[in-house]
């Protein structure tokens, strides 16, 4: 700050308003960048938990229905087929390699950008029979367009399995 030959000041320099000016620039320039990163960082956070609650809904669907089946008809690696509890019916879950399908209707997400991109069946107790039932798993990862993945599989105790089919589904 410029002073006057009696000791009062006369205002600021441009020297001193341009630094200012450039110090202030930087310290909101470093804010606004951190706000950026942390926002960046929740709205991830947010993909995942839905993708991971998703992957999680379905598996858990699927697992509660095999507990619940008087019969599983037949099964492969990524597809089963098994009585609708509480009913006749006969109730199809089946991986394509693109989609997931119930009854051949393709599963909606609460994500649009959300996808399953595996799903697997395996019986844990192949080679160890049981008095108790067959021990299914169910496996599933999905994936998002922003690259997030996610995890999930259950297992399942079905009461009668009429046995997994071969290769060619029969």
Do not use: C, Y
């Not at 000016?21 to 839905?50: D, E, P, Q």
């Amino acid at each position: 700050m410029n002073q006057s030959q009696n000791g009062h000041s006369r205002g600021f320099s441009l020297v001193e308003l341009v630094v200012a000016i450039v110090m202030s620039t930087l310290v909101l320039g470093a804010v606004f960048s951190a706000w950026i990163l942390v926002n960046r960082h929740t709205i991830s956070g947010k993909r995942k938990a839905i993708l991971q609650a998703e992957a999680d809904r379905i598996v858990r669907s699927i697992a509660l229905q095999i507990r619940a089946t008087p019969a599983v008809v037949v099964w492969t690696d990524q597809s089963i087929t098994m009585i609708a509890p509480g009913s006749n019916d006969t109730l199809v879950w089946a991986f394509d390699g693109d989609s997931l399908a119930r009854n051949d209707t393709a599963i909606r997400f609460i994500s649009p950008s959300a996808r399953v991109t595996d799903f697997r069946i395996a019986d844990l107790t192949e080679g160890n029979p049981s008095s108790r039932g067959t021990l299914l798993s169910v496996s599933l990862t999905m994936q998002d367009d922003f690259g997030d993945e996610s995890r999930a599989s259950m297992q399942a105790a079905a009461m009668r399995v009429a046995g997994k089919a071969n290769e060619s589904g029969q």
